[in-house]
């Protein structure tokens, strides 16, 4: 359910490589397409055709599937290219793959940043093949195809070969060095071999006129002998494919190992910088896998846009800033802040080559795309990054970007009238005034700023004052339920139009489901009656629903964080798991397993608010290591409770704070300021088993109330 694959990967790398047979939506595995309820079976076996590269992580209908350049080992004739087998033993770790096909031949698969290294074992056969399929592309589902539009690919002779395929308007380059001594090399066309071809053009290509092509090493195989294969990769042609190559492999040696012990270490940097303590295996183990999906996308290619020609960083497969920007972003930007800032350099540039910040941004031009999901969610990592001073950012130039995006797409309407439905984009358009407003304030342009700051006091145009809910009219995948529990810039607003604590406190009960019936979860292939009845409910859908995600965290602005603290631990408790069904719905390139993260942790970003809320960690004791050293959170009181996604009827009670501190001294707010985390520092929290006054009295700040004092 989680839409995730076990292929090889490195943090943030431009190149994946995974087994492939077809299925929806990474190319690996069994299932058909689905987006609502249990996904029916494609295939009746783990099966593959092949080795393919890059693939989504997490994603639903994203409608750009990759996997390009199919590598496929053989001891069959060319004729049977595109046959799947068996795929028994499979084996995989951060940055490696292996399985065996039923064919007998031992497959392995490795990557770096920008190169991918195959390794084939085959069995004793007196014609082997080592196939290249450059016209592979995309999924074997309905719309699902990729077609290369042009192409060009030449045999260079001694192992080595290159070509480019454009694909979606994007030059993708590969130079592939097979180490085969003795191996015939030829290129092919409709699986008939072209003796002595050096080259092949293709100038335009169709649906309707594809055949497939690539090309072929051929020859005797003794029993074990093994066959690499190096690919470099590059989006700015085959001489910087090659020095990709190069510059991690090395010219013309083995070079899998190195490939492999290199990407190991990356991944051992990365994961190493969240460190857990305490908690049952199972819960450890999902942290850690969590972690691990966390840093796979954005993948961020260094010097390689092919849509401009400067240097710097091409961060694509934002997908999509509507499903990341909550829990990735700040997850990125705490323990890998370089990263994060390239995502957003990115970006910017993104926006000035094409006129606007994207929502999604995939290996295609195309800033506009999913722009039906949310308006303007840029602007709230770059509000949260310049709040801690980062460098590397031309601030001047970014905030002529962000207020020019404000007024485009639906954000002319809202200038123009305060309000624009779909009713969900008045209150991104809001909010991204709002982190607008904060940057143009310490740029001391102050003229701008306080206009920004009074168009972003139209949120409220989004609500009906005679119910306290969002206005009627469409929503991306949620209703009005889901999406008016945001956490908006002024909560405080907000909860006094609902009435005040007690009636959104009881607002928030009836959307989780206090006191109501269990509700049935839809299984295979659910009737469309069916699904329209359980969103009837207008109950919480999961936290796999982006609008959802944020919602538990809103008791907080009520002085109920023990409500908090009472879903959170439920949702890490039944919703994820070390088995099938651990993740509950698309992983969305990281962002649902960033939400993990942070939820066991004991702290939630709020985008675009510089802002970190505090619950009962599901550990003892954490750390983070982040830019100001490590900021930990240890816990006394704390027990250990076990996950419930296997199964076994457990329901462990949670655990609610009592009383923190912060470096020693007393923190009576549920919040803390994101500096206080990116700094370094140490939280320490003492639990219970019962709900107590920590927290009730002093709110997170809202733009009405920007100092909260002690209720009383």
Not at 528 to 545: C, D, S, V
Not at 553 to 562: F, K, L
Request: charged fraction near 20%; hydrophobic fraction near 35%.
């Amino acid at each position: 359910m989680g839409n995730t694959h076990p292929g090889a990967t490195s943090p943030f790398g431009m190149v994946s490589a995974c087994a492939y047979s077809g299925a929806y939506p990474t190319g690996y595995g069994r299932y058909a397409k689905n987006t609502e309820g249990v996904p029916e079976d494609m295939f009746g076996r783990m099966q593959a055709s092949g080795f393919t590269h890059f693939q989504q992580s997490g994603t639903g209908a994203i409608r750009k599937y990759y996997n390009y350049v199919r590598v496929t080992p053989m001891v069959q004739p060319l004729d049977d290219l595109g046959q799947s087998w068996a795929l028994e033993d499979e084996r995989a770790e951060a940055g490696y793959y292996a399985a065996n096909l039923a064919t007998g031949i031992r497959s392995e698969v490795t990557v770096g940043e920008k190169v991918a290294v195959h390794r084939y074992t085959f069995p004793d056969h007196h014609s082997a093949r080592l196939v290249i399929d450059l016209s592979c592309g995309g999924l074997a589902i309905d719309l699902g195809r990729t077609v290369p539009l042009r192409a060009q690919i030449e045999s260079m002779g001694h192992g080595r070969a290159q070509g480019t395929v454009v694909m979606e308007g994007v030059p993708l380059s590969v130079y592939v060095e097979v180490d085969s001594p003795g191996w015939r090399q030829m290129l092919w066309y409709d699986r008939r071999l072209i003796p002595g071809g050096t080259r092949l053009d293709f100038d335009s290509i169709r649906h309707t006129t594809l055949r497939p092509f690539g090309m072929l090493f051929m020859g005797a195989a003794r029993a074990g002998q093994t066959i690499e294969v190096r690919l470099g990769f590059s989006l700015r042609g085959c001489d910087q494919a090659r020095r990709n190559l190069e510059r991690e492999c090395g010219a013309g040696q083995s070079a899998f190992e190195t490939v492999r012990a290199r990407t190991r270490s990356r991944w051992r940097d990365h994961l190493g910088r969240v460190q857990v303590e305490g908690g049952t295996d199972a819960r450890r183990t999902v942290m850690a896998t969590a972690l691990y999906h966390s840093l796979i996308k954005p993948c961020i290619a260094e010097d390689e846009s092919p849509n401009w020609p400067d240097p710097g960083p091409y961060a694509f497969d934002v997908c999509t800033m509507w499903d990341i920007y909550k829990t990735q972003i700040p997850l990125l930007s705490a323990i890998v802040p370089d990263r994060a800032g390239d995502v957003l350099e990115s970006l910017i540039r993104v926006c000035e080559e094409e006129g606007n910040f994207p929502i999604g941004y995939r290996m295609a031009r195309g800033a506009d795309r999913f722009f039906r999901q949310a308006s303007a969610l840029a602007h709230t990592a770059l509000a949260d990054v310049h709040a801690l001073r980062r460098p590397g950012i031309d601030w001047s130039w970014a905030l002529v970007h962000m207020v020019d995006d404000l007024r485009r797409l639906y954000g002319e309407d809202f200038w123009e009238h305060g309000v624009v439905h779909p009713i969900t984009h008045t209150l991104d358009l809001s909010y991204a005034h709002h982190c607008t407003a904060q940057v143009a304030r310490a740029l001391n342009d102050h003229r701008l700023a306080d206009d920004l700051e009074r168009r972003s006091r139209d949120w409220i145009n989004a609500f009906d004052p005679a119910t306290g809910l969002l206005r009627d009219s469409e929503f991306y995948e949620g209703g009005k339920w889901n999406y008016s529990f945001r956490l908006l810039h002024d909560m405080a607003g907000r909860i006094r139009m609902a009435g005040g604590d007690t009636a959104f406190t009881a607002m928030l009960d009836r959307f989780f489901g206090y006191g109501a019936e269990p509700v049935k979860q839809p299984g295979r292939c659910p009737d469309p009656i069916e699904m329209t009845a359980g969103y009837a409910l207008n109950r919480f859908e999961g936290l796999n629903n982006e609008p959802d995600m944020e919602v538990p965290w809103a008791y907080h602005y009520a002085g109920r964080p023990d409500r908090t603290a009472e879903i959170v631990n439920s949702g890490l408790t039944w919703q994820f798991g070390t088995g099938p069904g651990g993740l509950p719905g698309n992983d969305d390139s990281g962002g649902l397993s960033s939400w993990y993260v942070w939820a066991s942790l004991g702290l939630f970003p709020v985008a675009g608010q510089n802002l970190f809320l505090v619950n009962a960690p599901a550990f003892a004791r954490a750390s983070l290591q982040v830019e100001g050293g490590e900021f930990v959170i240890e816990t006394s009181g704390h027990r250990d409770s076990p996950i419930g996604v296997d199964g076994i009827d457990r329901d462990p009670p949670p655990q609610y704070v009592q009383s923190a501190t912060l470096n020693g001294r007393p923190l009576h707010a549920t919040h803390l300021n994101a500096a206080d985390v990116h700094h370094g520092g140490r939280l320490h929290l003492r639990l219970g088993p019962e709900p107590s006054t920590w927290g009730q009295r002093i709110r997170p700040p809202s733009l009405s109330d920007p100092h909260p004092k002690e209720r009383r």
